[in-house]
């Protein structure tokens, strides 16, 4: 989604995350159906065994079905959680949608117009044309680090 304002959407795409979520469920799929291939082979290796051995198969099958089963769930929620946070990004998106609109129209109102770069383009004060903010400089705003306050090293330097 192209940034239509000053605030940004959220870097991923609902679409993109529904696939994932729909390739996760495809796989889930494919799952249960090795889990059962595998189940039926065991069940026929214990049908070609006599005496004690056909007891000892079972703890084996079971095993099998469960992992199988499993492994199912977690894929099956691992999807619906993909799936409800597609649904929440088109909900952060539409609030950042109505945060521009709002931010657009009210930018008259003090001065400053917006420009797509998200720097003013009116109203701002001959000693701060041409200055770079603080997020376009790489700095983080926070003393010591990167904004040339006096951080001093962990260490003394040898």
Do not use: C
């Not at 099998?64 to 998106?93: N, P």
Request: hydrophobic share 35%; glycine share 12%; proline share 9%.
């Amino acid at each position: 989604m192209p940034n239509t304002g000053r605030f940004y959407p959220y870097p991923a795409t609902p679409e993109s995350v529904e696939a994932v979520s729909s390739a996760l469920l495809t796989s889930a799929t494919s799952m249960r159906t090795v889990a059962d291939d595998a189940v039926d082979q065991q069940m026929q290796a214990a049908g070609q065994t006599f005496g004690f051995l056909p007891p000892l198969f079972e703890p084996a099958v079971l095993r099998t079905r469960f992992q199988g089963d499993d492994l199912v769930g977690a894929a099956v929620v691992g999807s619906g959680t993909l799936r409800v946070w597609s649904h929440a990004i088109v909900d952060y998106d539409t609030g950042i949608d109505a945060l521009n609109a709002e931010y657009a129209a009210a930018a008259p109102h003090f001065g400053v117009s917006w420009s797509p770069s998200g720097h003013p383009t009116e109203g701002v004060r001959d000693e701060h044309k041409g200055h770079t903010p603080p997020q376009d400089r790489g700095d983080t705003g926070s003393r010591g680090r990167g904004d040339g306050g006096s951080a001093r090293p962990l260490r003394p330097r040898t």
